[in-house]
């Protein structure tokens, strides 16, 4: 168990929201790690609360696939396979696409210079060398794309499987050599969004999401491996 997870209290949230979503962070950020046991009585001591929000939060994990009860051995933070990763960036891959199509067609020029002011955040995040400071970066610059849609129910869409997206997103992240790359895939899509030329657009998003593909790949082979 990571020394820095923390319960994060907000005083608008009932206790067993605040313990799910401390919780659920701490798995998409990899404070705790895949295969690890959730102890009730263990993270109940850590978090300091009793020990029935922590069961309720495990619960709600388990329905949202992010966390797996194992015979004899009780909750553990699930693995990320390749089937599960597939699905989800398959999904993502299509809805990329028409994302950056839609924006080339209804993107304001207001948002436009905010997703190059995210670009260049992007950029300045990835000097820190700070993965949780990328990830956010890199997050807010793909919501003002979501957004440039103009289409709720995209975006609602979008939003359900950010959270899942956000643990692979994370570990592609951790690979420093491929930073740079990402820098330049984000400067074509936005160009491409300037120029209105939505096929680039669209070609440029699809990239974006195999390259990860592919580096995630690589690294859940790399981990069974050792």
Do not use: W
């Amino acid at each position: 168990m990571q020394d820095n997870l923390q319960i994060q209290m907000n005083a608008f949230l009932p206790l067993r929201d605040v313990v799910f979503n401390t919780l659920r962070q701490a798995i998409l950020t990899g404070d705790l790690k895949p295969g690890e046991r959730l102890m009730e009585i263990h993270l109940a001591n850590k978090l300091g609360v009793s020990r029935t929000p922590i069961r309720e939060a495990i619960r709600k994990l388990e329905l949202e696939g992010l966390v797996i009860m194992i015979p004899r051995r009780g909750a553990e933070v699930a693995q990320i396979t390749e089937k599960s990763m597939m699905d989800v960036l398959e999904v993502r891959r299509t809805m990329d696409a028409l994302c950056v199509e839609l924006a080339c067609e209804r993107i304001t020029e207001e948002a436009l210079k905010s997703l190059k002011e995210a670009c260049d955040a992007f950029a300045e995040a990835v000097k820190s060398k700070d993965i949780k400071v990328i990830a956010k970066a890199d997050v807010a610059l793909h919501d003002i794309i979501v957004q440039a849609t103009g289409n709720s129910r995209l975006v609602q869409l979008i939003n359900n499987l950010s959270e899942q997206m956000y643990r692979y997103r994370f570990e592609y992240l951790k690979d420093c050599t491929r930073h740079e790359n990402l820098i330049e895939e984000h400067r074509i899509i936005y160009e491409s969004i300037v120029k209105r030329d939505k096929e680039a657009a669209s070609s440029a998003a699809k990239l974006h999401i195999d390259n990860q593909e592919h580096a995630i790949i690589q690294q859940i082979r790399l981990e069974k491996g050792k």
